[in-house]
Nanobody
Framework: DVQLVESGGGSVQTGGALRLSCAFS????????MGWLRQALGKEREGDAV???????AYADSVKGRFTIARDNAKTTLFLQMNSLKLEDSAIYYC??????????????WGQGTQVTVS
């Protein structure tokens, strides 16, 4: 079974930083793209960052230069370092995995989500 478990969300002031973690199992990095999506209240889900099996990242324009995605394959953990947080970054953040590596991809596997609130 595939399991994705996020942690690290919380409340932070504008300009602050948070680091999200996603412990994953049942997913092999060589076969799956992994990423972080967000869903803000009343808005569509949108992709923030993905990382492919070669550990090459891709970012949404809105987070480039502020967010960094990384994966520790040995420990089967995915990270999202979020710096210079803005009010509009407030959302539920989901760890995802799937065969295709685009921000718009329909990912097969989702975590339960972790809330990030910027005020």
């Amino acid at each position: 079974d595939v399991q994705l478990v996020e942690s690290g969300g919380g409340s932070v002031q504008t300009g602050g930083a948070l680091r999200l973690s996603c412990a994953f199992s049942g997913v092999h990095y060589r076969g799956h793209c992994m990423g972080w999506l967000r869903q803000a209240l009343g808005k569509e889900r949108e992709g923030d960052a993905v990382i492919d099996r070669f550990s090459w990242p891709a970012y949404a324009d809105s987070v480039k230069g502020r967010f960094t995605i990384a994966r520790d394959n040995a420990k089967t953990t995915l990270f999202l370092q979020m710096n210079s947080l803005k009010l509009e970054d407030s959302a539920i953040y989901y760890c995802v995995a799937g065969p295709q590596c685009f921000l718009e991809s329909k990912f097969d596997y989702w975590g339960q989500g972790t809330q990030v609130t910027v005020s």
